[in-house]
């Protein structure tokens, strides 16, 4: 077994976790660190007191109402500072289950790397249980991303973004770049830091012998004309997604190609979930709200959207 490290602590949010994947999780991340920290958006399910009982090194923390991940995520990152001998943090969300040497994979990646230029952060290959590749590493370009995908030959992919999940981030970086938006709550939460990292000077590289098994924790439907259908997402949900683009948009550190290419993605979001995926009134009525949001620069959800 390989040695858990000491200095890195790592911090996962849960809301509503599903137990079982929750322990496996628990239990894989216990093997590679010696610290966790586990912060809860108010789960009420009293059986997630005792997953985290069995693991000695982990501190929980738990809210008292739902803050929303990128608040979560900078009360964990604060507490593993406080922590004696981390120098950096491995973000993680409920559903990841890391292999058994991913971040023994990261860290090695990160020093060679570091050794060149300035890291931001690395970032596992990771698998959803419905797809039957791995996800590509990105690269924005227009009018299409460049897709890349691990084939064996390379240790690191240089990308424009990671998602939060297997993130391993020295706090150094932190520091320079800032914590999560707390004012996103939820939706590209992960995409804002990687474009304040890029504008700062700070590189994103995606690690192929690091994996974890990732799940988007969204269901799939059915739509006419889309074979693979479409994720479907709850109405607070959408609202978000659509506000949270619209707040990047106006930001001096997003990329112009990010935003020429995302503004049709946006468009068609909003027909499909307006027109296919019900409930499709208050789908509409969420999103409608979620873009005046965005377009006056207003970060809180508005009153009545469940």
Partial sequence: MATRAHDVCAVLVTYHPDLDVLAEQLTALAAQVTRIVLVDNASPDPRLRDVCARHPGLSRLALSENRGLAHALNIGIAHARRLDGVSHVLLMDQDSVPESDMLQNLRSALAKLAANEKIAAVGPCFRDARES??????????????????????????????????????????????????????????????????????????????????????????????????????????????????????????????????????????????????????????????????????????????
């Fill in 133 to 306: 590749a791995d996800a590509p590493f990105v690269r924005i370009r227009f009018p299409f991303n460049r897709k890349l995908r691990c084939d064996g030959r390379c240790e690191g992919i240089r990308c424009d973004f990671l998602i939060t999940s297997g993130c391993l981030i020295p706090l150094a970086v932190l520091d320079a770049v800032g914590g999560m938006d707390d004012a996103l709550f939820i939706d590209n939460v992960d995409l804002d830091w990687c474009f304040r990292a890029s504008a700062a000077g700070y590189a994103l590289f995606g690690v192929c012998g690091a994996r974890m098994r990732h799940s988007l924790g969204t269901s799939r439907r059915r739509v006419p004309g889309l074979p693979r259908g479409i994720v479907v997402h709850a109405p607070r949900r959408l609202y978000y997604m659509m506000r949270n683009r619209v707040l990047l948009y106006r930001r001096a550190y997003t990329p112009r190609r990010w935003i020429a290419q995302d503004v049709p993605r946006l468009v068609v979001k909003l027909l499909l979930f307006a027109l296919l995926v019900a409930p499709r009134r208050k789908n509409l009525r969420c999103m409608l709200a979620g873009l005046r949001a965005g377009i006056a620069g207003r970060a809180a959800p508005p009153p009545g959207i469940d």
